[in-house]
C-alpha cells in the first residue's frame, strides 16, 4: 500500500464524480481502459453529481501510474480544475494559490479538513504547498499546474522539493510554486 492508499482517512471517504470524470477526459484514447480500471476498484456509470468510494479512486489512480507512468497521472491532475466545482472569484495569483484546501472540501467527503493541504505564501506571486491528500504526487503535481493553467491562463514554476514524498511512505509532499508575472 502506498503513503496515498494509508493517508486516505476512512473507508466511507468519497470523491465528486466530477474528479473522476476528469481521469476519464485525460485518458482521451485510453479511456475505456481507463473506465476497465475504475471499474476493477469498484467504480462504475460514473456522473458529474455524483459520490464514489475515494480509497478506491485512489486504488484506480496508483493503477493508472503502474500501467501509464507518472506523466498520464499528471496530465489528470491538469483535469481536475475543469471537471469539480470550484469557489468564485478565482482571478488572482493569491486566490488561486489559496484555493486548493476549499477546492478540495468542496470535492471530497469524510477526508478532513482541506484533504492536509497546507498553502504558505513565501514572497511575491510564490508559496509553497504541503499536499498531505490521499492522492500519489504526480497527481497533486499536474492538479496545482492545472489550476493555474486553467484559472489563470499561466503556468507556474512547479518544483518537487524531494525531501518529503508521498511515493516514499513519507505524509505529505512539498511543492515550491512561483508564478511569473
Known amino acids: 500500500m502506498s503513503a496515498a492508499s494509508s493517508t486516505t482517512k476512512a473507508a466511507t471517504a468519497t470523491v465528486s464524480g466530477g474528479n473522476i470524470l476528469s481521469m476519464l477526459a485525460a485518458m482521451g484514447p485510453f479511456r475505456r481502459r481507463g473506465e476497465q480500471l475504475l471499474a476493477e476498484c469498484g467504480i462504475s ?7 464514489y468510494s475515494l ?9 493508472i501510474e503502474r500501467t501509464f507512468g507518472p506523466n498520464t497521472l499528471f496530465m489528470v491532475g491538469k483535469q481536475i480544475p475543469n471537471h469539480i466545482q470550484l469557489p468564485p472569484g478565482l482571478d488572482t495569483f493569491e486566490a488561486v494559490f489559496g484555493s486548493f484546501g476549499p477546492a478540495f472540501d468542496l470535492n471530497h467527503r469524510g477526508v478532513g479538513p482541506a484533504g492536509g493541504i497546507v498553502c504558505t505564501p ?5 508559496g509553497k504547498i504541503v499536499a498531505g491528500t490521499p492522492y500519489p504526487c ?3 503535481r499536474g492538479v496545482i499546474q492545472g489550476f493555474f493553467n486553467t484559472l489563470l491562463s499561466t503556468r507556474v514554476e512547479l518544483v518537487h522539493d524531494a525531501s ?5 511512505g513519507d505524509a505529505h509532499c512539498l511543492h515550491l510554486v512561483t508564478c511569473g508575472r
Open 138 to 140: 504526480d497527481f497533486d
Open 45 to 51: 456509470k460514473v456522473a458529474a453529481n455524483g459520490w
Open 55 to 63: 480509497p478506491a479512486y485512489v486504488s484506480a489512480l496508483e493503477a
Open 164 to 168: 518529503t514524498c508521498k511515493s516514499r
Open 122 to 126: 513565501t514572497g511575491d506571486r510564490a
